[in-house]
């Protein structure tokens, strides 16, 4: 019998990296948008992660066929008002190095509880039938006062866990997996997925 498929359909290879580590366990054949030969972007015109992940999972869901996981993420900052929040990937440019430093510039004079940031993900698993589940992850931390470590993708280097004393780019991988918000909605959505491989459904 041929596994069942899952099309990851993200098109940030940092997301990609991570979802293929959490998910390689299953049962399943993890594809991609350009395995499906899938080139178009998906709007993200949502005022939520929650609907910014369905626009993704309906499109690229639509357009393959295939059992689809897709998700939004951002990082959501105090001090600022919750940005850059939703506006994650598009807030300042694509230049994480810059966005990092800005951010830091922004909270200057600034410590502890004060430099309080959010990273949450929602992921919406769409079936080809149209059925659709959604689960969410956050994890807390403050923002670091300089950048630090070479792992993770995006504000990981500025992302610090005070209880770790490391930011998410410092930690292992298998202790980012554990208590990212990525890591955390991968824990959700799991169960769901290993419920459609042995039932069949998948």
Same mark, same amino acid.
């Given at each position: 019998m041929p596994r069942p498929r899952l #099309? @990851? *359909? =993200?098109?940030?290879?940092?997301? $990609?990296?991570?979802?293929?580590? +959490? %998910?390689?366990? @299953?049962? $399943? &054949? +993890? /594809? =991609?948008?350009?395995?499906?030969?899938? =080139?178009? &972007?998906? &709007?993200?015109?949502? *005022?939520?992660?929650?609907?910014? *992940?369905? #626009?993704?999972?309906?499109?690229?869901?639509?357009?393959?066929? %295939? @059992? =689809? /996981?897709?998700? &939004?993420?951002? /990082?959501?900052v105090a001090a600022l008002g919750g940005t850059p929040g939703v506006h994650s990937a598009r807030w300042e440019g694509n230049d994480y190095a810059h966005k990092n430093a800005l951010l830091i510039r922004l909270l200057a004079g600034k410590s502890g509880a004060e430099r309080a940031c959010r990273y949450a993900c929602v992921v919406v698993l769409r079936h080809p039938d149209g059925r659709v589940w959604r689960v969410r992850g956050e994890c807390r931390g403050q923002i670091a006062h300089t950048p630090a470590g070479d792992g993770g993708f995006g504000y990981d280097p500025v992302f610090y866990i005070p209880r770790l004393g490391q930011t998410l780019a410092q930690v292992a991988v298998h202790e980012k997996d554990r208590i990212s918000h990525r890591g955390r909605a991968a824990g959700r959505i799991r169960p769901i997925l290993r419920q459609l491989i042995e039932s069949g459904a998948a």
């Open positions: #099309l @990851l *359909a =993200t098109t940030s290879a940092g997301k $990609l990296r991570e979802w293929q580590e +959490l %998910l390689a366990d @299953l049962p $399943l &054949d +993890l /594809l =991609t948008l350009r395995d499906q030969g899938i =080139t178009f &972007d998906v &709007d993200e015109t949502g *005022a939520t992660y929650a609907e910014n *992940a369905l #626009l993704k999972a309906e499109a690229y869901g639509t357009a393959s066929g %295939l @059992l =689809t /996981l897709a998700e &939004d993420a951002g /990082l959501s």
